[in-house]
């Protein structure tokens, strides 16, 4: 059962470097999400995907791109790197949008830091 | 705007002790309530759900139920393991939200049992 996978799990960049985190779901799920975990600031939100060919801005989507590339693949880009976006990074999905009850499922994380 | 709080720890207790870890929210729908379980380098993973008021969710010995009129949603087990210990996480979904789609998480509860 793979469920959300995503990769890298761990990515040291330095400063203005660019990466793209890949995300991939398995469940047939029309939304995905993006979100960062910080110490102390629990998950926020920030990028999301409610379905294929659209995607909308969470609550802290400066710095980031994202590309939803078809049905399964949703992916995080960071263009120029910068050392507070040091974090977890987590994607996920669920079948329908996050309101009704519907549960959203978690990949493994992605440890990024930035030097 | 949509909000969780829940007390942040680290909360320490001996195993068999009585868990109780408060959450309360704010939101401007009808919200779904969800607890989820976070285990060290693993991404979070669902505990437990109520999507109506006075309902309760129950799994692998916890238990919460949503109370409309106190705003709250407080996770409780009778006699905690060891193997309780991680990261406890309260979230929302605002289903008649019409902002940012996804959970709004609370900081997180660090468990820690001691045998």
């Known amino acids: 059962n793979a469920g959300v996978t995503q990769t890298p799990k761990f990515q040291v960049l330095k400063t203005g470097q660019s990466m793209t985190l890949q995300c991939a779901q398995d469940?047939?799920?029309?939304?995905m999400y993006w979100y960062r975990q910080d110490p102390g600031m629990g998950l926020r939100l920030i990028y999301y995907?409610?379905?294929?060919?659209?995607?909308d801005k969470g609550e802290v989507p400066n710095g980031y791109n994202v590309s939803r590339l078809n049905k399964r693949e949703f992916s995080l880009r960071l263009e120029s790197a910068a050392p507070s976006q040091t974090s977890v990074y987590f994607c996920?999905?669920?079948?329908?949008?996050?309101?009704?009850?519907?549960?959203?499922?978690f990949g493994e994380g992605s440890w990024l830091t930035v030097v | 705007g949509n909000s969780v709080t829940q007390m942040e720890g680290p909360v320490t207790l001996s195993e068999e002790a009585f868990l109780t870890i408060n959450c309360t929210y704010t939101?401007?729908?009808?919200?779904?309530l969800f607890w989820y379980v976070q285990y060290p380098g693993e991404g979070l993973q669902l505990l437990l759900k109520?999507?109506?008021?006075?309902d309760k969710g129950s799994n692998k010995g916890f238990e919460a139920t949503y109370r409309k009129e106190t705003t709250s949603f407080h996770l409780e087990k009778g006699s905690v393991q060891v193997s309780d210990s991680a990261v406890y996480f309260c979230?929302?979904?605002?289903?008649?939200?019409?902002?940012?789609?996804?959970?709004?998480f609370g900081k997180g509860t660090h468990l820690i049992i001691q045998p």
């Open positions: 995907s409610a379905s294929e060919g659209t995607t």
């Open positions: 979230a929302l979904s605002d289903r008649g939200g019409g902002g940012a789609d996804g959970l709004t």
């Open positions: 109520a999507t109506k008021a006075d």
């Open positions: 469940m047939n799920h029309n939304s």
């Open positions: 996920a999905s669920s079948e329908a949008r996050g309101g009704g009850g519907n549960t959203i499922y």
């Open positions: 939101a401007t729908g009808y919200p779904s």
